[in-house]
């Protein structure tokens, strides 16, 4: 039972690391919601993120979402007062592109381009919020989160915002720690009976689908398993040594930019209050689409051309 051991360690040291980011963003965020920093720069933004659907101070979470990680994000919505319409679009956002100096970074040491993965990722995001938005036409009501305190008086000096900040930021670990350690125990349990390398064979029809080589599939594997950041070392192994082409690295890459740790990404916004399926069937569904798309126009070269070389 090493792995379950090695899984709760991995998870409980992966809570201390996200509640060092959560902890003190959702404090910050509550109280600069109660001076006139924040509502100065929100009427600044606000004529733009109303084209996404969203109100101005919206625009934390995307930039602490999208230059942090995801968990910086989910802990600057949980600061916030937000419609479920606009949790939700901002979930979708989130998932397209998050943790972008990282995760392009993993993209650049495969050899594909920065400015397509950075394109590809923000065109996303802009694009499925403004449908999103024009769309639906529920979802007003206030998005309840989960165990979060309900704010329902507004609080009178620094004590109680601070008191306040202090219970959303202890709450919204608690709840994303009650994820996320189950998670660490349940990938190091794949880990341990070999799963990925299983799943790569099984996808081998789906990489046909998407007009790639069969060698695509471990990398594929990976990154829907365990995202770009977390899965770095296994797609960047893979694609040195089983010989993906550029053409194929590069499809892959926008397959997975798209819709990659679908497990994780998608129980982390649970604590929301949102329904997480849709969020789920929108990033395969665009991912499939985009990545078909791309190999249709793409055509193939020959065995001998394109073969990526790892940078180092």
Same mark, same amino acid.
């Given at each position: ?15 201390? *690391?996200? *509640?060092?980011?959560?902890? @003190? ?7 600069? $919601?109660?001076? @006139? ?17 969203? =109100? *101005? ?14 968990? /910086? ?17 901002? /979930? ?15 993209? &650049? ?11 590809? =990722?923000?065109?996303? /995001? ?8 024009? !769309? ?7 998005? $309840? ?8 008086? !507004? @609080?009178?000096?620094?004590?109680? +915002? ?11 670990? %608690? ?32 990489? =046909?689908?998407?007009?790639?080589? &069969? ?9 829907? +398993? ?10 960047? $192994? ?10 194929? !690295? ?11 740790? %679908? ?5 982390? #916004? ?14 395969? #569904?665009?991912?499939?689409?985009? /990545?078909?798309? %791309? ?18």
């Amino acid at each position: 039972m090493s792995w379950l051991k090695e899984g709760l360690w991995n998870g409980l040291k992966t809570t201390w *690391g996200l *509640g060092k980011i959560i902890f @003190p963003i959702t404090i910050i965020v509550v109280l600069l $919601q109660h001076t @006139p920093v924040l509502p100065w720069i929100t009427e600044l933004i606000e004529p733009i993120m109303g084209i996404f659907g969203l =109100r *101005g101070e919206a625009a934390i979470p995307l930039v602490l979402g999208n230059f942090l990680n995801l968990y /910086a994000g989910i802990a600057g919505i949980l600061s916030m007062e937000l419609t479920v319409k606009e949790v939700f679009i901002l /979930a979708v956002m989130m998932s397209f592109a998050h943790n972008l100096l990282i995760e392009t970074g993993v993209a &650049s040491k495969v050899g594909v381009k920065i400015s397509v993965i950075l394109t590809v =990722r923000i065109a996303l /995001a802009a694009i499925s919020a403004i449908i999103i938005n024009l !769309v639906w036409q529920g979802g007003s009501e206030i998005a $309840q989160y989960g165990m979060a305190p309900v704010e329902e008086v !507004v @609080p009178e000096g620094w004590m109680a +915002i601070t008191l306040l900040g202090f219970e959303k930021a202890f709450y919204g670990v %608690v709840q994303l720690a009650m994820i996320v350690i189950p998670l660490m125990i349940a990938i190091q349990f794949l880990r341990h009976i070999h799963f990925l390398e299983k799943l790569s064979r099984w996808m081998r029809p789906f990489t =046909r689908l998407l007009g790639v080589e &069969s060698n695509a599939a471990l990398t594929l594997a990976a990154g829907l +398993i365990f995202g770009l950041a977390y899965g770095a070392g296994v797609m960047i $192994q893979a694609v040195h040594e089983d010989g993906v082409s550029h053409r194929d !690295v590069t499809i892959s890459f926008i397959f997975l930019v798209a819709c990659h740790a %679908v497990v994780e990404d998608t129980l982390l #916004f649970i604590p929301l209050g949102i329904n997480v399926l849709p969020l789920l069937l929108i990033r395969l #569904f665009v991912a499939l689409i985009l /990545a078909i798309i %791309v190999s249709r126009m793409w055509k193939k070269r020959t065995p001998v051309e394109g073969v990526v070389g790892v940078h180092d």
